[in-house]
């Protein structure tokens, strides 16, 4: 069966009422309702770096993405989390070009420049290659470019290492300065903290966010987990397989599908690693004052 | 002795030189996609190639090129299907094609056929044309693998960031599967048709341990498939021993060296 047969495709969804703050929905599975949209399916927003409308995507006969729409504008961090399984790396495929979806597009301005890092980048060892090389490879840089690319992302002593011998964060960082290497005014980051180890992963968020506002770049990562990561993210999209739901890390940590899918405590653990807070909310949503939360963030 | 200014022995000593340049590059790809199993089927392949050839009385090496860029075909549709692993399905392929091969052999033309000769090739009995075809063909094998080697390496390092970065991966990987196919046919009247990814992948290995970058991987392998070439058919015409696989214990024992070497020096 060819997937762009299969029935059940539903229609762009006109609901836009939610692209700021998540609104309740009673999703905890992803097929049989109307799945609920992260961004109004209008159309893409004209200062997005990319746009996703509609996009759905089948794996034989399991539609592993439905009706997907999302924008990334400069300067803001986006974050998709999800279970694992939830399409969240067949999603970034599509936003790549690296797969066509069975519907939907993807627009991209011709001013809007990609710098990738993807997942689990386990490099064979029968590959012989320096960190230096890969940065030349396929790209015109200078030793100074490449020097101050490392410098920036902290990893300038791994310059002669071999790259199949780095750690999980020198690998990440090592792959950013690629990225940014291509100038890019868009950075998508599959999973970067997989392999690193938790104050390795909080560094790394650090970095991303300086590198945000040094650059004014636009951010897209991915995550299945979720604490360190919300609590830098402009935005956060809950996709299992479906939008479940969209909004400010503080709403969407409170949104009942969110819940379902990541366990009543993942709400709790968020204002733990938020910093730059002035009230949190309750179970119930509503904002209370801070003063209650373990003043000490991140780290121990 | 020792012949050495006989005319044959030059012949094959420039035939097995060119083939060393001409594989060195192609055959660290091969390593580095984890290949040398599908370039095994590939060779086999062409063993029917040169029954199809026989029977249909075209140019052999045109018949084994043909035959290997049909069994590329086929292994591309294979990798594709989820029904069984790929290195299942390479299994079954592996014998079909050798088997197919032998079999069409000799219904074609009967025993009278060296079947030796394409299982094994016959270094020494390499003809001004087969020179031709080496360093007429492998001339352009090697403009286009230098052409494609960026993209090359950056497929193998990783599909899918190269892939993001704007290379198409359909162009390289295709072009690689013919260079691969011309490069058997012609290494096959040196070293046999069974013994060809010898000369593609154990030159790799051997440079491997001592190489930091995919280029002096490559460039390591090109030289140490030269001296392979050397000390095998110095073997050859000091022992009587056939010449391609003298060549092939040459090349194994280079990489074993190598191989140990680099144990050390990284202990």
């Keep these: ?300 | 002795m020792l012949e050495w200014p006989e005319p044959f022995v030059w012949r094959a000593l420039f035939a097995a030189l060119g083939l060393a340049i001409i594989a060195a590059p192609l055959g660290c790809i091969v390593v580095w996609r984890r290949m040398s199993y599908v370039g095994e089927t590939l060779s086999q392949a062409g063993l029917l190639g040169v029954a199809l050839g026989l029977a249909a009385n075209v140019d052999l090496t045109l018949a084994v090129i043909l035959a290997a860029i049909a069994a590329a075909g086929v292994l591309t549709l294979l990798s594709r299907q989820q029904m069984v692993p790929l290195d299942s399905a390479l299994g079954l392929m592996h014998h079909a094609t050798l088997a197919l091969g032998i079999a069409a052999i000799a219904l074609v033309k009967g025993p009278a056929i060296d079947l030796m000769s394409y299982l094994f090739g016959d270094v020494f009995a390499v003809t001004q044309n087969d020179l031709y075809w080496i360093y007429g063909g492998g001339a352009v094998v090697v403009a286009i693998t230098l052409y494609l080697w960026q993209p090359l390496v950056r497929l193998s390092l990783h599909e899918d960031l190269a892939t993001a970065e704007g290379i198409n991966p359909r162009l390289p990987r295709a072009a690689f599967d013919l260079l691969l196919a011309v490069v058997i046919a012609v290494a096959m009247k040196i070293v046999g048709i069974l013994l060809v990814m010898a000369f593609l992948v154990v030159p790799a290995v051997a440079a491997r341990p001592l190489s930091d970058t995919p280029e002096r991987m490559a460039a390591l392998a090109a030289v140490l498939a030269i001296l392979g070439v050397i000390l095998g058919l110095w073997l050859s015409l000091w022992s009587d021993a056939p010449g391609g696989p003298s060549i092939v214990i040459a090349l194994c024992t280079i990489a074993s060296i190598s191989l140990l070497a680099g144990s050390r020096i990284r202990r």
């Excluded at chain 1, 109004?40 to 089948?58: E, H, K």
């Design chain 1, 1 to 300: 069966m060819s997937p762009r047969d299969a029935p059940g495709m539903p229609s762009p969804n006109g609901n836009g009422s939610c692209n700021t703050a998540a609104v309740p929905c009673s999703c905890g599975h992803n097929h049989g309702h109307q799945p609920f949209a992260g961004q109004p399916a209008t159309a893409p927003d004209p200062d997005a770096l990319i746009s996703a409308r509609g996009l759905s995507m089948w794996r034989g006969s399991r539609e592993v993405l439905t009706d997907i729409n999302l924008d990334v504008k400069r300067g803001e961090i986006v974050t998709l989390i999800g279970p694992n399984g939830a399409g969240k790396t067949t999603l970034v495929r599509l936003l790549l070009g690296i797969e066509q979806p069975d519907a939907g597009r993807v627009v991209k301005p011709a001013s809007t420049r990609i710098g990738y890092v993807p997942q689990r980048f386990e490099v064979d060892s029968a590959i012989p290659m320096t960190v230096g090389s890969f940065l030349t490879l396929g790209e015109h840089a200078t030793l100074k470019d490449i020097r101050a690319a490392l410098e920036e992302t902290g990893a300038a002593k791994t310059i002669s290492q071999q790259l199949s011998k780095l750690s999980g964060g020198e690998t990440q960082r090592v792959l950013i300065a690629r990225a940014l290497l291509r100038k890019p005014n868009l950075l998508i980051l599959d999973e970067p903290a997989s392999g690193v180890d938790f104050t390795g992963e909080a560094d790394l968020y650090d970095l991303i966010d300086r590198l945000r506002a040094k650059h004014n770049l636009g951010v897209l990562l991915v995550s299945h987990d979720l604490h360190v990561v919300m609590a830098r993210s402009d935005r956060v999209i809950c996709v299992n397989g479906h939008v479940c739901c969209s909004g400010k890390p503080e709403d969407v940590s409170q949104h009942a599908a969110y819940a379902r899918i990541f366990g009543p405590q993942a709400a709790s653990a968020l204002g733990v690693y938020r910093h730059h807070h002035d009230h949190r909310h309750d179970l119930a949503g509503e904002p209370k004052p801070l003063a209650d939360v373990p003043p000490q963030g991140r780290g121990s």
